[in-house]
């Protein structure tokens, strides 16, 4: 099974509510053990047996999920015609809210006189609402991961016939090799044993064993030369896991400290980019929070002006508010110091305050004004 099919069936089963699986002997077992499960984090390569299963975490996950929301799988309890499924009692199916006339199909989901089959609804095998009479008309590709051949229609029904299996010896996916059908791994055509070698020099090549012999890696008689495990495939490195690349087990994803650090260490833009697009929800909350706190506080700012500015407002339009005139208050000198917003005058003047005009301030409010006066003779 390759890897695109496992991704997909991982993809499949994210649908349906279950997680990846915990780093358990339950449901991460070693190869000797089967191998991991579909829902493993890395992906898988398919060649082994629990490759094409769901684990038991996985399958506790789905059926809660399935308890829940099986009414969604059930059939319709009508047919209906419209729906470019042909179902009980239907001969095509030309779909639409509304079904209507189609070259090969009546609104009633019924195939026109002289019509054999429904082009879009059968196979490529019905051309012109008849059996495609040229056996040169592919309707299916070869599919190496089942061992299959390509298949054209034979011009006797508007279905694709069944594909012939691939001769036997025909190289399948990860080296593997088409026997009775069916895509035999590397080790088992040579008439070995699959195995994960120990050594972590080793961890992506491919190897097998003989018996109850020790894993090594697969060695040509020829040249002596190792097969390295096709670049993409999970291995495990010295404390982590990895990925193959080149016959190699590097790690690629870094945790987010490594990131942080690396990020701090050398500033490169290429790593800031990185690290960005790594962290894209972080990136996302810390350029918010660089507009939106300073933003926040400039609109806490105005609001508080605004809301002195309405207090003092409706102080001077309070008609039971008779203290208009500010009284000056006493120093420990016996001078007085005077409120800014009454009179223009200085805390620390040695003479005599008399009255000016410069030193009448008039206050303005919306539609309320007042002058304030004092006696000269202070």
Known sequence: MPSEITGKLKEIGHNFGSEHDPDTT?????ESDGGKFIMYPASVSGQWENNKS????????????????????????????????????EECDPGGIVPQDSMCCTKECKLKPKSLCSDGYDSPCCKDCLYANSTNIRCRDTDPTNCKEYTNCDG????????????????????????????????????LTPCKCSKVEDACKVCCKKDNSICSPYTKNETGETINILDGRSCQGEEQQGTCVQGLCKKITQDLVERFWSFLTTLDSNIVAQF???????????????????????????????????????????????QLLRQPKPTSKGKFVYRQDSISRSSKADKPFKIKPKNIKTHRTPQLEYTVQRESNL
């Open 26 to 30: 339950e449901c991460a077992p070693e």
């Open 54 to 89: 769901f684990s038991p975490c996985s399958k506790r996950r789905i059926v809660n999920v399935l308890k829940s929301k099986s009414d969604c799988f059930r059939e319709p309890r009508n047919e209906i015609c419209g729906n470019y499924k042909k179902e009980k009692d």
């Open 156 to 191: 006797k029904s508007p279905k694709c016939p069944a594909a012939p299996s691939m001769t036997d010896g025909t190289r399948c996916i990860d080296r593997g090799t088409c026997i009775n059908g069916e895509c035999k791994p590397f080790c088992t055509a040579n008439g």
């Open 276 to 322: 960005m697009k790594d962290n894209l929800a972080g990136t996302v909350v810390v350029f918010s929070l660089l507009i939106w706190i300073p933003a926040s506080c400039y609109v806490n700012r105005l609001d508080k002006k605004r809301d002195k500015t309405e207090s003092l407002e409706a102080e001077w339009r309070d008609p039971t508010n008779t």
